[in-house]
Nanobody, 124 residues
């Protein structure tokens, strides 16, 4: 049974940076595309970024493009989300997810495995 565990969340001032990590276990990590999603209080969970099975084919939501960078290290079974120039509106619980399908999807339902989430709070 696959398992994902996020880490790296916390409290940061606007303009600051955080790096989230997602450690995978119990699944063939290099066979899965990895995604990051977030859910703010009172809002639906939304797509943030996705990376294919290799380091290429990264996709970003417009709200984070040019500020966030998704990456992965298949040797460590870990995906990352580098978040720079953070804004208060980036405050949310951030989740990583794994998708073994063939499509370059940003749809929540297409992802098979989910982590428990890590809180990111950006103060103004």
């Amino acid at each position: 049974q696959g398992h994902l565990a996020e880490s790296g969340g916390g409290l940061v001032q606007a303009g600051g940076s955080l790096r989230l990590a997602c450690a995978a276990s119990g699944l063939p990590f290099s066979s899965y595309a990895m995604g990051w999603f977030r859910q703010a209080p009172g809002k639906e969970r939304e797509f943030v970024a996705r990376i294919g099975r290799t380091q290429d084919l990264a996709t970003y939501a417009d709200a984070v493009k040019d500020r966030f960078t998704i990456s992965r290290d298949n040797a460590k079974d870990t995906a990352y989300l580098q978040m720079n120039t953070l804004k208060p509106e980036d405050t949310a619980v951030y989740y990583c997810a794994a998708d073994s399908g063939p499509l370059r999807t940003t749809i929540l339902a297409d992802y098979e495995y989910w982590g428990q989430g890590t809180q990111v709070t950006v103060s103004s």
